[in-house]
Nanobody, 122 residues
């Protein structure tokens, strides 16, 4: 129904920057909320940032002032600009979408991407 494909992860030194992208495709009527979550080894998946269709954003305290989430509604794409990266930011980053789809009936469902690895290390 909906596929989310992330890109932009990689290895970066502390203090560096990365930009993640996530493109949603499929039988999408609208995407209500898009967001980024992350999961470090041995830890639970946690919220990084979310953005609703109107542009209102929400961030985890640990990334406020360093990360910026944005979206292009026309392209069904969400971005995460990550600056001043720290080793503690190392994790697999997952894209999330709360979308209304039509497959014979209208349904509002949650979808996840496959994840992209971000490693912050010198």
């Amino acid at each position: 129904q909906v596929q989310l494909v992330e890109s932009g992860g990689g290895l970066v030194q502390p203090g560096g920057s990365l930009r993640l992208s996530c493109v949603a495709s499929g039988s999408i009527i609208s995407i209500n909320v898009m967001g980024w979550y992350r999961q470090a080894p041995g830890k639970q998946r946690t919220l990084v940032a979310t953005i609703i269709s109107g542009g209102l954003t929400n961030y985890a305290d640990s990334v406020k002032g360093r990360f910026t989430i944005s979206r292009d509604n026309a392209k069904n794409t969400v971005y995460l600009q990550m600056n001043s990266l720290k080793p503690d930011d190392t994790a697999v980053y997952y894209c999330n979408a709360d979308a209304t789809v039509y497959d014979g009936s209208y349904r509002r469902l949650e979808y996840w991407g496959q994840g992209t690895q971000v490693t912050v290390s010198s």
